[in-house]
T-cell receptor, first 113, second 114 residues
Framework: AQSVTQLDSQVPVFEEAPVELRCNYSSSVSVYLFWYVQYPNQGLQLLLKYLSGSTLVKGINGFEAEFNKSQTSFHLRKPSVHISDTAEYFCAVIRSGNTPLVFGKGTRLSVIA | KAGVTQTPRYLIKTRGQQVTLSCSPISGHRSVSWYQQTPGQGLQFLFEYFSETQRNKGNFPGRFSGRQFSNSRSEMNVSTLELGDSALYLC?????????????FGPGTRLTVT
């Protein structure tokens, strides 16, 4: 069974500073990887996804993530955060085929003015 | 294009009662998945429906059930509610199914069981 580990439950960061949210997954087969963001009292919104090809994936709102197969990681980065980036971020993995998304526990990003 | 809608947005029920939640997917999407989100367990997959058939099921007791109608709208039902069923229930739709296809999430229904 696959699993997703988000190494930090909370990440405080000052506005305009860079941030990295870490995600590791375990799977012995090919996977697709996703990052979702959840703002308070809202559903999840897709930030970016890795299906194949270039290991550096760019998403919305200036976020990017790098797929590292040897380290089974898919860390999310942003070079300069804004107050509006304060939210919960979820890493998710899915095996190819019709299998369900498996989510990590989430990382709460708090951007401090 | 309208997004995924879920009704009701908030619900308060008493232990032992049953509840039905509704999800309307994005027009043209045939797959609907349901997730339970709690502070302790995080996001957990409940089930997926495609063309009115349950295609995948998570590890939840039989009190949790669902169905999908011919217009792709879906409902989930929880019978004999327990306090631990208090959660945010999220519905997601996608064009064909899971895998590489992006899932679009609704705002959720927050269920409180007292």
């Amino acid at each position: 069974a696959q699993s997703v580990t988000q190494l930090d439950s909370q990440v405080p960061v000052f506005e305009e500073a860079p941030v990295e949210l870490r995600c590791n997954y375990s799977s012995s087969v090919s996977v697709y990887l996703f990052w979702y963001v959840q703002y308070p009292n809202q559903g999840l919104q897709l930030l970016l996804k890795y299906l194949s090809g270039s290991t550096l994936v760019k998403g919305i709102n200036g976020f990017e993530a790098e797929f590292n197969k040897s380290q089974t990681s898919f860390h999310l980065r942003k070079p300069s955060v804004h107050i509006s980036d304060t939210a919960e971020y979820f890493c998710a993995v899915i095996r190819s085929g019709n299998t369900p998304l498996v989510f990590g526990k989430g990382t709460r990003l708090s951007v401090i003015a | 294009k309208a997004g995924v809608t879920q009704t009701p947005r908030y619900l308060i029920k008493t232990r032992g009662q049953q509840v039905t939640l509704s999800c309307s997917p994005i027009s043209g999407h045939r797959s609907v998945s349901w997730y339970q989100q709690t502070p302790g367990q995080g996001l957990q997959f409940l089930f997926e429906y495609f063309s009115e058939t349950q295609r995948n099921k998570g590890n939840f007791p039989g009190r949790f059930s669902g169905r999908q109608f011919s217009n792709s709208r879906s409902e989930m039902n929880v019978s004999t509610l327990e306090l631990g069923d208090s959660a945010l229930y999220l519905c997601a739709s996608s064009q064909i199914g899971q895998g590489a296809y992006e899932q679009y999430f609704g705002p959720g229904t927050r269920l409180t069981v007292t």
